[in-house]
């Protein structure tokens, strides 16, 4: 079984200001990391995913993330945030050996950006 | 590419009526497709999963006999939303898997019921 644990439900920041989503899970098997948007009564966007390679992953829209194994962990970043930003972002993972089947997601983070 | 619709975008009807989701993959094939439901402020949680040409696997707690799945064909399954009930409204998200094995989700059907 696996869960994700996205620390923060809100998370306000200004304009241009850097940002990290905090992201853990746990799991008893090798996993994919996923991060998704989700603008206001709309359908999930990939951001980026980790796969196996590199820790340090890049995405669309400016956003990163890095998959630290020892600290089950898989944060996303984003040096300098837009208020396009502003929106509901979510931290999935799925076993490896599955990777389009059972997506656990986690609660989410509210990203709200102020001007 | 990896497109995936769903129809109605909104949807209301009267308690006790019936209302059908359709979920489509619109430039590749799915075997398999996914239907969440999404509650305000909430996660998504997976309701069942949907296979072409045979019976949809439903997760622990979701009614079969409420939640009508046919997976007709490689590019659209159908969510049917059987005498729906206040408790019912919510959104609902499906997803298809594409070629390499990952889910493309689709843009959600907001089902209020009154």
């Known amino acids: 079984a696996q869960s994700v644990t996205q620390l923060d439900s809100q998370v306000p920041v200004f304009e241009e200001a850097p940002v990290e989503l905090r992201c853990n899970y746990s799991s008893s098997v090798s996993v994919y990391l996923f991060w998704y948007v989700q603008y206001p009564n709309q359908g999930l966007q990939l951001l980026l995913k980790?796969?196996?390679?590199?820790?340090l992953v890049k995405g669309i829209n400016g956003f990163e993330a890095e998959f630290n194994k020892s600290q089950t962990s898989f944060h996303l970043r984003k040096p300098s945030v837009h208020i396009s930003d502003t929106a509901e972002y979510f931290c999935?993972?799925?076993?490896?050996?599955?990777?389009?089947?059972?997506?656990?997601f986690g609660g989410g983070t509210r990203l709200m950006v102020k001007p | 590419g990896a497109v995936v619709s769903q129809h109605p975008s909104r949807v209301i009807c009267k308690s006790g009526t019936s209302v059908k989701i359709e979920c489509r993959s619109l430039d590749f094939q799915a075997t398999t497709m996914f239907w969440y439901r999404q509650f305000p402020k909430q996660s998504l949680m997976l309701m069942a999963t949907s296979n072409e040409g045979s019976k949809a696997t439903y997760e622990q707690g979701v009614e079969k006999d409420k939640f009508l799945i046919n997976h007709a064909s490689l590019t659209l399954s159908t969510l049917t939303v059987t005498s729906a009930h206040p408790e019912d409204s919510s959104f609902y998200i499906c997803?298809?898997?594409?070629?390499?094995?990952?889910?493309?989700f689709g843009p959600g059907t907001r089902l209020t019921v009154t």
């Open positions: 997803s298809a898997r594409g070629g390499q094995g990952f889910q493309h």
């Open positions: 999935a993972v799925s076993g490896s050996g599955n990777a389009g089947n059972m997506l656990t």
């Open positions: 980790y796969l196996s390679g590199s820790t």
